[in-house]
T-cell receptor
Framework: DAKTTQPTSMDCAEGRAANLPCNHSTISGNEYVYWYRQIHSQGPQYIIHGLKNNETNEMASLIITEDRKSSTLILPHATLRDTAVYYCIVSTRAAGNKLTFGGGTRVLVKP | NAGVTQTPKFRILKIGQSMTLQCTQDMNHNYMYWYRQDPGMGLKLIYYSVGAGITDKGEVPNGYNVSRSTTEDFPLRLELAAPSQTSVYFC??????????????FGQGTRLTVV
Protein backbone atom coordinates (compact mmCIF):
# COMPACT_ATOMS: atom_id res chain seq x y z
CA ASP A 1 0.00 0.00 0.00
CA ALA A 2 1.16 3.51 -0.70
CA LYS A 3 2.23 5.52 2.32
CA THR A 4 0.95 8.97 3.21
CA THR A 5 2.62 11.97 4.82
CA GLN A 6 0.69 14.50 6.90
CA PRO A 7 1.67 17.39 9.18
CA THR A 8 1.76 16.36 12.81
CA SER A 9 -0.55 19.06 14.04
CA MET A 10 -2.36 22.24 13.10
CA ASP A 11 -4.60 24.81 14.72
CA CYS A 12 -7.72 26.30 13.22
CA ALA A 13 -10.02 29.12 14.27
CA GLU A 14 -13.63 28.25 14.92
CA GLY A 15 -15.83 29.18 11.96
CA ARG A 16 -12.94 29.28 9.52
CA ALA A 17 -12.11 26.67 6.90
CA ALA A 18 -9.57 24.03 7.85
CA ASN A 19 -7.36 22.76 5.03
CA LEU A 20 -5.56 19.52 5.81
CA PRO A 21 -2.86 18.46 3.33
CA CYS A 22 -1.74 14.92 2.58
CA ASN A 23 1.07 13.65 0.38
CA HIS A 24 0.74 10.24 -1.29
CA SER A 25 3.33 10.42 -4.04
CA THR A 26 3.55 6.62 -4.52
CA ILE A 27 -0.19 6.07 -4.96
CA SER A 28 -1.09 3.51 -7.60
CA GLY A 29 -3.88 3.75 -10.15
CA ASN A 30 -6.44 1.66 -8.28
CA GLU A 31 -5.87 3.15 -4.83
CA TYR A 32 -8.48 5.43 -3.34
CA VAL A 33 -7.73 8.30 -0.95
CA TYR A 34 -9.69 8.01 2.29
CA TRP A 35 -10.02 10.42 5.19
CA TYR A 36 -11.04 9.32 8.67
CA ARG A 37 -10.98 11.15 11.96
CA GLN A 38 -10.75 10.01 15.55
CA ILE A 39 -12.26 12.15 18.27
CA HIS A 40 -10.58 11.53 21.61
CA SER A 41 -10.47 7.74 22.06
CA GLN A 42 -13.54 6.87 20.03
CA GLY A 43 -13.52 4.57 17.02
CA PRO A 44 -12.39 6.26 13.79
CA GLN A 45 -15.13 7.93 11.82
CA TYR A 46 -15.27 7.97 8.03
CA ILE A 47 -15.27 11.42 6.43
CA ILE A 48 -14.87 11.11 2.68
CA HIS A 49 -13.00 9.25 -0.07
CA GLY A 50 -12.17 9.67 -3.75
CA LEU A 51 -10.24 8.19 -6.64
CA LYS A 52 -9.31 11.11 -8.88
CA ASN A 53 -12.22 13.52 -8.97
CA ASN A 54 -12.89 16.09 -6.28
CA GLU A 55 -15.60 14.98 -3.87
CA THR A 56 -17.93 16.79 -1.48
CA ASN A 57 -20.35 15.57 1.14
CA GLU A 58 -22.11 17.04 4.14
CA MET A 59 -18.95 16.87 6.25
CA ALA A 60 -16.12 17.97 3.99
CA SER A 61 -14.60 18.39 0.55
CA LEU A 62 -11.73 16.40 -0.88
CA ILE A 63 -9.47 17.97 -3.48
CA ILE A 64 -7.12 15.56 -5.30
CA THR A 65 -4.38 16.94 -7.54
CA GLU A 66 -4.39 15.96 -11.18
CA ASP A 67 -1.33 13.73 -10.76
CA ARG A 68 -2.97 12.20 -7.63
CA LYS A 69 0.21 12.62 -5.63
CA SER A 70 -1.41 14.79 -3.00
CA SER A 71 -4.80 15.79 -1.67
CA THR A 72 -6.42 18.29 0.67
CA LEU A 73 -9.31 17.74 3.03
CA ILE A 74 -11.36 20.87 3.58
CA LEU A 75 -13.64 21.34 6.57
CA PRO A 76 -15.58 24.40 5.40
CA HIS A 77 -16.62 25.87 8.78
CA ALA A 78 -14.66 24.26 11.59
CA THR A 79 -16.40 23.88 14.95
CA LEU A 80 -14.99 22.92 18.33
CA ARG A 81 -16.42 19.42 17.77
CA ASP A 82 -14.06 19.02 14.80
CA THR A 83 -11.08 18.84 17.16
CA ALA A 84 -9.68 15.38 16.40
CA VAL A 85 -6.87 13.42 14.79
CA TYR A 86 -7.38 13.25 11.02
CA TYR A 87 -5.98 10.32 9.06
CA CYS A 88 -5.30 10.30 5.34
CA ILE A 89 -5.12 6.73 4.01
CA VAL A 90 -4.82 5.13 0.59
CA SER A 91 -6.50 1.78 0.06
CA THR A 92 -7.81 -0.54 -2.59
CA ARG A 93 -10.31 -3.36 -2.72
CA ALA A 94 -7.61 -5.60 -4.20
CA ALA A 95 -5.80 -5.33 -0.85
CA GLY A 96 -8.90 -6.20 1.14
CA ASN A 97 -9.77 -2.55 1.72
CA LYS A 98 -7.23 -2.65 4.53
CA LEU A 99 -6.52 0.72 6.12
CA THR A 100 -2.94 1.55 7.09
CA PHE A 101 -3.03 4.32 9.68
CA GLY A 102 -0.09 6.66 10.04
CA GLY A 103 0.25 9.25 12.76
CA GLY A 104 -2.39 11.56 11.31
CA THR A 105 -2.77 15.30 11.86
CA ARG A 106 -3.91 16.47 15.25
CA VAL A 107 -6.29 19.36 14.60
CA LEU A 108 -7.19 21.74 17.39
CA VAL A 109 -10.08 24.09 16.70
CA LYS A 110 -9.81 27.19 18.88
CA PRO A 111 -12.62 29.60 19.84
CA ASN B 1 -29.04 -0.42 13.06
CA ALA B 2 -26.58 -1.06 15.86
CA GLY B 3 -23.61 -1.01 13.45
CA VAL B 4 -20.45 -2.62 14.85
CA THR B 5 -20.74 -3.75 18.46
CA GLN B 6 -17.77 -4.70 20.60
CA THR B 7 -17.83 -6.37 24.00
CA PRO B 8 -16.55 -5.90 26.59
CA LYS B 9 -15.75 -2.17 26.69
CA PHE B 10 -13.11 -2.59 29.40
CA ARG B 11 -11.17 -5.57 30.73
CA ILE B 12 -8.23 -6.17 33.03
CA LEU B 13 -6.34 -9.41 32.50
CA LYS B 14 -3.55 -11.00 34.45
CA ILE B 15 -0.42 -12.10 32.62
CA GLY B 16 -0.95 -15.55 31.11
CA GLN B 17 -4.74 -15.39 31.11
CA SER B 18 -6.77 -15.77 27.93
CA MET B 19 -9.85 -13.97 26.67
CA THR B 20 -11.99 -13.41 23.62
CA LEU B 21 -12.95 -9.96 22.38
CA GLN B 22 -16.33 -10.10 20.70
CA CYS B 23 -17.30 -8.18 17.58
CA THR B 24 -20.59 -8.36 15.72
CA GLN B 25 -22.04 -6.29 12.90
CA ASP B 26 -25.61 -6.12 11.62
CA MET B 27 -24.93 -4.49 8.25
CA ASN B 28 -24.28 -7.74 6.31
CA HIS B 29 -20.75 -6.55 5.54
CA ASN B 30 -18.43 -9.11 4.02
CA TYR B 31 -15.16 -7.56 5.21
CA MET B 32 -14.21 -7.35 8.88
CA TYR B 33 -11.05 -6.18 10.65
CA TRP B 34 -9.33 -6.06 14.01
CA TYR B 35 -7.02 -3.17 14.87
CA ARG B 36 -5.12 -2.22 17.99
CA GLN B 37 -4.11 1.26 19.04
CA ASP B 38 -1.37 1.95 21.52
CA PRO B 39 -1.30 5.32 23.34
CA GLY B 40 -0.48 8.23 21.02
CA MET B 41 -0.18 6.00 17.97
CA GLY B 42 -2.21 5.20 14.90
CA LEU B 43 -4.17 1.96 14.53
CA LYS B 44 -2.38 -1.20 13.46
CA LEU B 45 -4.11 -4.09 11.68
CA ILE B 46 -4.06 -7.42 13.54
CA TYR B 47 -6.23 -9.68 11.37
CA TYR B 48 -8.88 -9.28 8.73
CA SER B 49 -11.50 -11.38 6.95
CA VAL B 50 -13.00 -10.99 3.49
CA GLY B 51 -15.87 -13.38 4.19
CA ALA B 52 -17.08 -16.24 6.37
CA GLY B 53 -14.42 -18.94 6.66
CA ILE B 54 -11.61 -16.70 5.33
CA THR B 55 -9.12 -14.89 7.54
CA ASP B 56 -5.68 -13.41 6.98
CA LYS B 57 -2.91 -11.82 9.01
CA GLY B 58 -2.37 -8.11 9.21
CA GLU B 59 0.62 -6.16 10.41
CA VAL B 60 0.76 -7.39 14.05
CA PRO B 61 -0.86 -10.85 14.33
CA ASN B 62 1.45 -12.49 16.88
CA GLY B 63 -0.29 -13.48 20.09
CA TYR B 64 -3.78 -13.38 18.55
CA ASN B 65 -6.15 -15.70 16.75
CA VAL B 66 -9.41 -15.09 14.91
CA SER B 67 -12.23 -17.05 13.35
CA ARG B 68 -15.09 -16.10 11.06
CA SER B 69 -17.78 -18.74 11.14
CA THR B 70 -20.61 -16.32 10.30
CA THR B 71 -20.89 -13.08 8.35
CA GLU B 72 -21.90 -11.19 11.49
CA ASP B 73 -19.26 -12.25 14.02
CA PHE B 74 -15.48 -11.87 14.10
CA PRO B 75 -14.08 -12.72 17.55
CA LEU B 76 -10.46 -12.02 18.49
CA ARG B 77 -8.77 -14.49 20.82
CA LEU B 78 -5.84 -13.59 23.06
CA GLU B 79 -3.90 -16.56 24.38
CA LEU B 80 -1.39 -16.12 27.20
CA ALA B 81 -1.90 -12.39 27.65
CA ALA B 82 1.25 -10.26 27.95
CA PRO B 83 1.72 -6.63 29.10
CA SER B 84 2.61 -5.73 25.49
CA GLN B 85 -0.99 -6.49 24.56
CA THR B 86 -2.26 -3.64 26.72
CA SER B 87 -4.01 -1.52 24.13
CA VAL B 88 -7.35 -0.34 22.77
CA TYR B 89 -8.81 -2.80 20.28
CA PHE B 90 -11.11 -1.71 17.48
CA CYS B 91 -13.21 -3.91 15.26
CA UNK B 92 -14.40 -2.62 11.88
CA UNK B 93 -16.44 -3.81 8.94
CA UNK B 94 -17.00 -2.76 5.35
CA UNK B 95 -19.00 -3.80 2.33
CA UNK B 96 -16.92 -4.51 -0.73
CA UNK B 97 -18.76 -4.76 -4.02
CA UNK B 98 -16.76 -5.19 -7.17
CA UNK B 99 -17.78 -1.88 -8.70
CA UNK B 100 -16.51 0.64 -6.19
CA UNK B 101 -14.79 1.18 -2.88
CA UNK B 102 -16.73 1.88 0.29
CA UNK B 103 -15.99 3.08 3.79
CA UNK B 104 -15.31 1.11 6.97
CA UNK B 105 -17.43 1.37 10.09
CA PHE B 106 -15.71 1.08 13.45
CA GLY B 107 -16.86 -0.10 16.84
CA GLN B 108 -16.27 1.94 19.98
CA GLY B 109 -13.34 -0.14 21.12
CA THR B 110 -12.31 -2.47 23.93
CA ARG B 111 -9.77 -1.08 26.38
CA LEU B 112 -7.60 -3.95 27.60
CA THR B 113 -5.04 -3.79 30.37
CA VAL B 114 -2.72 -6.72 31.10
CA VAL B 115 -1.12 -6.65 34.57
Amino acid sequence: DAKTTQPTSMDCAEGRAANLPCNHSTISGNEYVYWYRQIHSQGPQYIIHGLKNNETNEMASLIITEDRKSSTLILPHATLRDTAVYYCIVSTRAAGNKLTFGGGTRVLVKP
Amino acid sequence: NAGVTQTPKFRILKIGQSMTLQCTQDMNHNYMYWYRQDPGMGLKLIYYSVGAGITDKGEVPNGYNVSRSTTEDFPLRLELAAPSQTSVYFCASSYSPTEFNTEAFFGQGTRLTVV
